[in-house]
């Protein structure tokens, strides 16, 4: 039944077509490309981009190979032709809008569905997207902002949405890598500082027994990590070595 | 037992602080400004900023009130004083770092968990976070990148960040709220379109059968909405009534 639907395939970064509608400021146009190098996107495309920002924004640092390659397309419809999956970007509320609206969260991962080429539209700075550039969409995007202020930098948007995109579900529940010290390192810290306290005259003989508890439950407090371990006892051992001296 | 740590609070937006550190370009201080009044976030410290910097940067659009109350401090030490965790940025790997590092997914869940006032701390422009700054934190993130451009403008870094601290996961797989078209809707709709499509030659009546199935899996494909379902039905109907005039 191969009418019934395209073979679901992986999303592949170059699959993705970043295009700027009517882009206005070079260091928007700039900053888009290097959100883009940085998240390892590669497919860049602009709509009838203001001539002079478009020449100064190829000087943009860092991004200047994909923006040699970025394609200028005359019309939205020229921009998209290729994709199968159209989105656009905005930060209009839902009321206004004749199409589906929905957060990047959700629509991200709609995107990494598309099983093919898909287009990320972003508007020019001052009016967005028009309704004529939406209609060529499937469906807008928008970024959960807070409602007093809504409308974020371009070049801002571009890179949020990116990171979405690449983000990792998985790397936010993993552990830290650092290997934590072991309860006998710990133990052997909590004595040498109870003997430099009731040395130095903090710990006093009466309270002494509940006094070594919340030692050794401030030292396991702080987490201490296997390498820092040895160090720790090395600085208790010289002030033990000073206090026993004097 | 309270000495043995802090009640737990749910995060407010209010608890962060952005530091930026030393920074020397007033579009990425104007920028960062925006990203935080974009994001809900209101508590901005510049410590040792580029005078002229500032004070240009105070005019950036759609932020002047949060850059207005934002607060300068003569060191690091200063800016985090009254933090409970400081966590520092970074695009450096991990090889060359003192500090654990972790990705900004699994760093800014802990960031929310910090139960009190926490600091996220962002280098200049040119030279990122210096090893002094640095040591005033408990631990560095990094935004993901692609190894060979790992380096990000400084608003766009700030953006990200807050753009993850406020993000909602739930609403990744948060539904459409478009109504589907109802079954009958979408059965009419077939109906209609089968008999246009015989009417004007395009169904054979050998294959009609197969035919119709076709279209009425075509039509199910469309995922029309309860909204669009009555206009497609009309459209068919004035066909129709053409083919049929004919």
């Not at 260091?27 to 920002?53: C, H, S």
Request: aromatic fraction near 4%; include cysteine.
């Amino acid at each position: 039944m191969h009418e019934d639907g395209p073979t679901a395939k992986n999303f592949s970064k170059d699959d993705l077509r970043v295009v700027l509608v009517a882009p206005r400021n070079p260091l928007n146009i700039g900053a888009a490309a290097r959100a883009m190098a940085n998240f390892g996107f590669t497919r860049l495309r602009l709509v009838n981009p203001y001539e002079v920002a478009y020449r100064e924004a190829r000087s943009a640092m860092g991004a200047a190979p994909l923006l040699a390659a970025a394609e200028e397309c005359a019309t939205v419809a020229d921009a998209v032709a290729d994709c199968v999956l159209v989105v656009g970007t905005t930060s209009v509320g839902h009321r206004e809008l004749e199409h589906p609206l929905r957060r990047l969260e959700h629509g991200a991962r709609l995107i990494r569905k598309a099983g093919g080429p898909a287009a990320l539209l972003f508007g020019s700075e001052k009016f967005g997207l028009s309704n004529e550039d939406m209609s060529h969409c499937h469906w807008l995007m928008r970024i959960a902002t807070v409602d007093v202020n809504r409308s974020m930098n371009l070049g801002q948007a571009v890179a949020v949405c990116l990171y979405e995109l690449a983000r990792d579900a998985r790397a936010a529940a993993r552990p830290a890598k650092s290997k934590a010290a072991s309860a006998a390192d710990a133990e052997q810290i909590t004595a040498m500082l109870v003997e430099a306290l009731e040395r130095s005259g903090y710990i006093k003989p009466l309270t002494a027994l509940s006094s070594k508890a919340k030692v050794r439950r401030l030292v396991r407090r702080l987490n201490l990590t296997a390498r820092d371990a040895p160090v720790v006892l090395g600085m208790l051992r010289q002030i033990l070595w000073k206090i026993s001296a004097t």
